[in-house]
């Protein structure tokens, strides 16, 4: 069974840094994209980037490039989200999310992270 | 990017009703959309892939049709537990990308 556990619900102030990961189980981690969706308190689906653990490609939607590092530990099975300096607008939930060939049959529990002073 | 334009954003609807969501590509897609449902708290379920096929489990009552770059998603007799949004997404070219959604309630 595939399984992408995510790590553990974060509150952190403005200017912090953060890194958030997502365990795959289950499969070849190395040989399958993982990609991270934002959700903002009440609204939609954003695709944020994706990254293939196998030799680390990655591909950022424009709106995250340079705003977010998207990275992968093939030998833990493990990727990444990771913030510099954390904004308040960054308060969301996120979700890891594995497509193959486009198609997203198993996602992450999501990681809540809060931004607040 | 590939734009993904739905609607409508909210539907009110009664039970045993026909209820029909779109999405529209703002370039050629081929047939390279899906259609998830999400419950509140819970993270995206996949209910159509390539447009038409039915993920495995999901009820019949569930279908997704394609015509050029317009694409629909029909529930042909709205339950109550299909309470819930509803977004569309393109495949077709990185990055991926997703319709606005629509909350879909009971009348």
């Known amino acids: 069974e595939v399984q992408l556990v995510q790590s553990g619900e974060e509150v952190k102030k403005p200017g912090e840094s953060l890194k958030i990961s997502c365990k795959g189980s289950?499969?070849?981690?190395?040989?399958?994209?993982i990609g991270w969706v934002r959700q903002m308190p009440g609204k939609g689906l954003e695709w944020m980037g994706i990254?293939?653990?196998?030799?680390?490609?990655?591909r950022y939607s424009p709106s995250f490039q340079g705003q977010v590092t998207i990275s992968a530990d093939k030998s833990i099975s493990t990727a990444y989200l990771q913030w510099s300096s954390l904004k308040a607008s960054d308060t969301a939930m996120y979700y890891c999310?594995?497509?193959?060939?486009?198609?997203?049959?198993?996602w992450g529990q999501g990681t809540l992270v809060t931004v607040s002073s | 990017d590939i734009q993904m334009t739905q609607s409508p954003s909210s539907l009110s609807a009664s039970v045993g009703d026909r209820v029909t969501i779109t999405c529209q590509a703002s370039?050629?897609?081929?047939?390279?959309l899906n259609w998830y449902q999400q419950k509140p708290g819970k993270a995206p379920k996949l209910l159509i892939y390539?447009?038409?096929n039915l993920e495995t489990g999901v009820p019949s009552r569930f279908s997704g049709s394609a015509s050029g770059t317009d694409f629909t998603f029909t529930i042909s007799s709205l339950q109550p537990e299909d309470i819930a949004t509803y977004y569309c997404?393109?495949?077709?070219?990185?990055?991926?990308?997703f319709g606005q959604g629509t909350k879909l309630e009971i009348k």
């Open positions: 390539d447009a038409s």
């Open positions: 370039q050629d897609i081929s047939n390279y």
């Open positions: 999310a594995r497509p193959v060939r486009g198609v997203i049959r198993d």
């Open positions: 997404q393109q495949y077709d070219n990185l990055p991926y990308t």
């Open positions: 990254i293939y653990p196998g030799d680390s490609d990655t």
């Open positions: 289950g499969y070849s981690f190395t040989s399958y994209w």
